[in-house]
């Protein structure tokens, strides 16, 4: 709990005990720049206690920590090309040099092997997808 606002914060294993706007901001643009040009990519807004996402059909959903952000915004694809595209520049994102740090760790935060199965039902929820 936040002691000057009496707000619940929920701990992020990515970012640490202590998270800041600036991070938040830093998980967006990276999670944007990842998606930008998939067809359906969502578009992810920082906020002071975590992350809007909202869908190509305008459906929003706030977002608490990184995982819970990713798997919202997988949630989005269900098409199998569009999924390898979105791993394969993931991983590209994550491997630049230019992006070390908090991007590179945002950008590869899911493990390969947690990807939804296009032919599940799409999960708006932001499950996490085993």
């Known amino acids: 709990m936040c002691g000057a606002c009496g707000r619940i914060t929920v701990a992020d294993p990515a970012l640490g005990p202590v998270r800041t706007m600036r ?34 059909s305008g459906a929003s959903m706030q977002c608490q920590t990184l995982e819970e952000l990713w798997s919202a915004v997988l949630g989005c694809f269900t098409d199998a090309p569009v999924l390898d595209r979105l791993r394969s520049r993931r991983q590209a994102y994550a491997a630049d040099p230019a992006n070390a740090g908090l991007p590179a760790r945002a950008a590869g935060m899911l493990p390969d092997g947690v990807w939804p199965d296009p032919a599940a039902p799409n999960n708006s929820q932001g499950d996490v997808h085993d």
């Open 23 to 56: 991070q938040h901001l830093i998980v967006a643009a990276t999670i944007n720049a990842v998606c930008t040009g998939i067809p359906g990519a969502p578009k992810v807004t920082a906020l002071k206690d975590g992350w809007m996402m909202t869908g190509p």
